[in-house]
């Protein structure tokens, strides 16, 4: 896996599950945001990405980035070696998905939309 270098510190990553654009996660004045979109809501076959997120309208707010998504961020050394080569704060989990989220584990990528 080859490090991006993203331009900026991102604040918004659309999230996609099974390659379907599902959700859009958020950094925000109070913390992170996540929501379904409309169109994912609106399939039959739509899945929850987290047993914690399950599907609805309303967005899911936290004053830390939620677990599911922190989960997926590297640790120990790799995190160490990453977030160095990638000249990311190691805490900013958002940043590191940011960097890495079109190769994570799962059903869930993401892209920085802005």
């Keep these: 896996m080859y490090p991006k270098q993203i ?3 991102p604040t918004k ?3 996609y599950n099974f ?3 599902s959700g859009e996660l958020r950094r925000t004045s109070k913390g992170y945001e996540f929501k379904y979109l409309a169109s994912y809501l609106s399939r039959p076959t739509a899945s929850s990405i ?3 997120l399950p599907l609805r309208e309303e967005p899911y707010e936290s004053q830390k980035l939620f677990p599911f998504f922190e989960g997926l961020c590297f640790e120990g050394e ?3 070696a990453y977030s160095q080569s990638c000249r990311i704060d190691p805490t900013d989990y958002f940043t590191l998905l940011a960097n890495f989220g079109e190769d994570t584990i799962g059903s869930t990528t993401y892209e ?3």
């Design 7 to 9: 331009a900026k510190k």
């Design 13 to 15: 990553l659309l999230v």
């Design 19 to 21: 390659g379907i654009p």
């Design 50 to 52: 987290a047993h914690l």
């Design 78 to 80: 790799l995190l160490a």
């Design 112 to 114: 920085v939309i802005e």
